[in-house]
C-alpha cells in the first residue's frame, strides 16, 4: 500500500531507453570486446571480496568506480541497461591505444536489476545503492519506479541483516515517494536523512545537473532489521 491505494506489481520488463545516439565504431568494439570481461556474474572478480555490494541504475559509472576504488576488499556489481553509459565507462578503462584497466572489484550487470535480485541468495548483499533514479513522475507510472512495496521486500531479503541501502533523488514526486514507501516498510529503519550529501558519498554527474538546476537532493539510508 502506498497513498492508501494497492499498487500495482511491477512488471517483469524495463521501461525507457536502452540506447541513445549512435555509438562510435571504437566504442562498439569495447562492447562487443571489453564489456564480456567485466559482465557479472559470467565473469568473477578478480579477487576473494569480503562483501557483496550492488549499485542499481549506475547511469556515468563514477559513483561505482569512486566506490569500488575508495573499498578494494569489497566486490562491486554495478547495474546499468543503457549502453551509451555502459561504452563510456569502458572508454574510461580503455583509452585508444592503451591496454585495458579492469577493476579487479568492479564488474557489470547490463540487464534487468530486479531480474538480478531474484537470483542472489539471502543476506549476500551488504550495500545497495541507488543514486538519482529515474522518477517515472505520474502516478500511473508508480509501479515502474524502483522503489517500490514488493522491490523492498526482495532487497530485504538479499541484504544481510545490518545491511544498508543508500538512496539519493532531487526529485520531489520520488522523495516524497520514498518516505510514503519506507514508511509502511516494516523490514527496514531509517539510519540517517540528509539535504546536504554526506561525506563518503562519491558525487555524481546527476547530483552537479540537478543542484545547478536549483533543484535539492535528498540522501537516506535505510538498514534492514
Known sequence: MAGGKALKPPPDRLYGRARGH???????????????RLRWPERNFAIAPKE????????????????AAANPEIGLVACEVFVNCIASLLSRLAPEGVEPTIPPNLRVHDDDARALLR???????????????????????????????????????????????RIASDDPTYQQWVEEVFSNAE???LLSKSGIRPP????????????????????WTFVVK
Do not use: C
Open 52 to 67: 557483496l555490494w550492488l549499485e542499481v541504475g549506475a547511469g556515468g559509472f563514477e559513483h561505482a568506480e569512486a566506490i
Open 200 to 219: 563518503d558519498w562519491p558525487p555524481t554527474r546527476y547530483e552537479a545537473k540537478a543542484i545547478k538546476a536549483g533543484r535539492q537532493p535528498h540522501y
Open 119 to 165: 537470483t542472489l541468495p539471502a543476506g549476500s548483499v551488504s550495500r545497495l545503492f541507488l543514486m538519482f533514479p529515474d522518477p517515472w513522475p505520474k502516478a500511473r507510472h508508480a509501479k515502474r519506479r524502483f522503489v517500490h512495496p514488493a522491490i523492498l521486500a526482495e532487497v530485504a531479503r538479499v541484504l544481510r541483516p545490518g545491511g544498508l541501502w
Open 22 to 36: 549512435a555509438l562510435r565504431a571504437r566504442q562498439e568494439e569495447l562492447i562487443e570486446t571489453l564489456l564480456p
Open 187 to 189: 523490514a527496514f529503519f
